[in-house]
C-alpha cells in the first residue's frame, strides 16, 4: 500500500479530512508522494556528508579515499542512496575548491 493510500485510510478511520492529510506530503516530482520530514533527512544527510568530505580533504586524503571511508554512514539504507552516493562525494569534493574560508 503506497504511503499516501495508507494515510488517507488511517484520516478516515480516525475522521481527520483528506485535506488535513495531504498537507503532510511533499510532491517530489519523479516518485510517490514523501512526508515532509523527508526534506529533514535530506537535509542532515547533505550536512553529514560536506562535513566528513570537507575534513577528510582538508586531511589530504583522496576522493576515492573518502568514498571508501564513507561507505559505511547512518544514510546508506536510504532509497536511492546508492545509485547516487558516487555522485554525491563528487560533487561536494569538487565544489569545495571553490569556496573560500
Known amino acids: 500500500m503506497k504511503k499516501t493510500d495508507k494515510a488517507l485510510y488511517e484520516a478516515k478511520q480516525s475522521g481527520k479530512s483528506k485535506v ?16 515532509k520530514d523527508a526534506i529533514d533527512d535530506t537535509l542532515n544527510y547533505l550536512t553529514f556528508l560536506r562535513e566528513r568530505v570537507k575534513k577528510m580533504k582538508e586531511e589530504g586524503k583522496s576522493i576515492d579515499e573518502i568514498r571508501q571511508a564513507l561507505a559505511e554512514n547512518p544514510f546508506k539504507d536510504y532509497k536511492m542512496y546508492n545509485e547516487f552516493y558516487n555522485a554525491n562525494i563528487f560533487v561536494v569534493y569538487n565544489q569545495l575548491d571553490y569556496e573560500e574560508d
Open 20 to 35: 488535513a492529510v495531504l498537507k503532510e506530503f511533499i510532491l517530489a516530482g519523479h516518485n510517490e508522494l514523501l512526508k
